[in-house]
């Protein structure tokens, strides 16, 4: 059996099909629904209020889909929640319009928030279980090529249909799009061994979370190390790009209003299409990648800042800067999916069965966490270093260069 075959077996592909179906569908959604709200209101500062809002309940329940995913079959899960979300979108579609609008648009969009958080630890966790450890790192770019896919298409499918149609038929074809994903789960076949559910929720909540701390701190310190640096990159590299690209591009290059924002929306997709050029690497070179080196990855992101400020200290022309921001953002992006592939690969390989559900959700929930954060540090900077730019940048590259280094190389996995 050759590897193509190792790798996609019927299960997994299932999985990956659910995955495009699912993935499409609540970026399209999540797209669309702050936007009907924009729309509705003309209210930049509550369109803000809400999609922040709704951003907190994915970072409060990645640790709990975790542990539910080490405790249920993670097929259930997976079935659960894509019934679960048609039944949100189709709500929604019958309940629009009526007089309190912006409570149950936000209160939808946090739902939604909070199923990604929850689902995404569920399927990290059943890659294992149907891929052999050889086929890890293409099974998690496989994985990582659908979200970027979903990211950069989705929104741009959601914003055609809502143009043209409206929001009731995206909620029409979300909710078509969650039903089929989820019938099509309910054939997956993906081992799993009951756990003992003894005591009460919380005693099994504060145990299984004690046995996860307990395994990273002690008996893989490595993942340990590999989550303090996936937390302070996106505390201090990533939450640049998020506050920083938009604001360079809108604010400060001197483009014409709305030449600035449709070059804004081409950097969002340079973005996502580095994301994706990164999982398709992964994929290609798995053979030639070692963990051990994967900190070298985050020293090139952290290079590829200084030439974005070098160019905002030399040059006034904002086309000029702009094309720099753009190839050194997609650069950044590519290498550092193929070290967020590395690093998944790694610890899926190197945890129990019992455990990679958790350990993952709080990796997710760690790394989350930095990033608002992050977004509050560079938006106070930009905002006391108006002129001076390229300061800001410089510090970010020089911060993230010394975490980089600092960290070293990660311990050998195996």
């Not at 999540?30 to 729309?39: T, V």
């Not at 009951?194 to 996860?212: H, T, Y």
């Amino acid at each position: 059996m050759d590897m193509k075959q190792k790798l996609f077996s019927r299960d997994f592909t299932m999985v990956v099909v659910g995955q495009i179906i699912s993935l499409f569908g609540n970026a399209t959604i999540r797209f669309a629904l702050p936007l009907y709200l924009l729309n509705q209101t003309g209210s930049s500062a509550l369109y803000g209020v809400v999609t922040a809002c709704a951003f907190l309940p994915m970072v409060l329940l990645s640790p709990v889909g975790g542990i539910v995913a080490d405790r249920i079959n993670k097929r259930n899960i997976m079935v659960a929640l894509d019934f679960f979300t048609a039944f949100l979108s189709f709500a929604f579609y019958l309940l629009m319009g009526g007089p309190n609008m912006i409570v149950l648009l936000a209160g939808t969009l946090m739902l939604l928030y909070g199923i990604a958080g929850a689902y995404q630890p569920a399927v990290s966790a059943s890659v294992p279980a149907l891929v052999g450890q050889e086929n890890l790192m293409q099974a998690n770019s496989v994985i990582n090529m659908i979200s970027s896919l979903a990211a950069l298409l989705g929104p741009v499918l959601g914003g055609i249909v809502y143009s043209a149609y409206g929001l009731e038929a995206v909620l029409i074809v979300c909710t078509g799009c969650f039903l089929f994903s989820a019938v099509m789960e309910i054939f997956i076949r993906i081992p799993f061994v009951k756990q003992e559910n003894s005591g009460r929720l919380w005693e099994i909540v504060r145990r299984d979370f004690s046995e996860s701390f307990r395994f990273i701190r002690y008996e893989k310190p490595v993942i340990g190390k590999a989550v303090l640096l996936a937390c302070s990159i996106n505390l201090f590299l990533s939450a640049l790009l998020n506050v920083g690209m938009p604001y360079l591009i809108t604010e400060v290059f001197v483009l014409e209003g709305s030449l600035a924002n449709t070059l804004y929306g081409f950097s969002q997709g340079a973005l996502a299409a580095g994301g994706l050029a990164g999982g398709i690497c992964a994929g290609i070179f798995a053979k030639r990648l070692s963990v051990e080196k994967a900190g070298r990855l985050i020293v090139f992101c952290a290079l590829c800042l200084f030439p974005i400020g070098i160019s905002l200290f030399l040059f006034d022309s904002g086309m000029v800067n702009y094309l720099v921001l753009t190839v050194c953002c997609f650069l950044i992006m590519v290498c550092s999916t193929i070290f967020s592939v590395q690093i998944m690969s790694f610890v899926q390989a190197g945890t129990p069965a019992a455990l990679i559900g958790k350990v993952i959700a709080l990796m997710m929930s760690v790394s989350m966490c930095a990033q608002p954060l992050g977004s509050m540090l560079y938006g106070m900077l930009f905002e006391v270093c108006a002129g001076f730019e390229f300061a800001v940048v410089f510090f970010a590259g020089a911060v993230s260069l010394v975490i980089a280094l600092r960290a070293g190389r990660l311990q050998k996995a195996y």
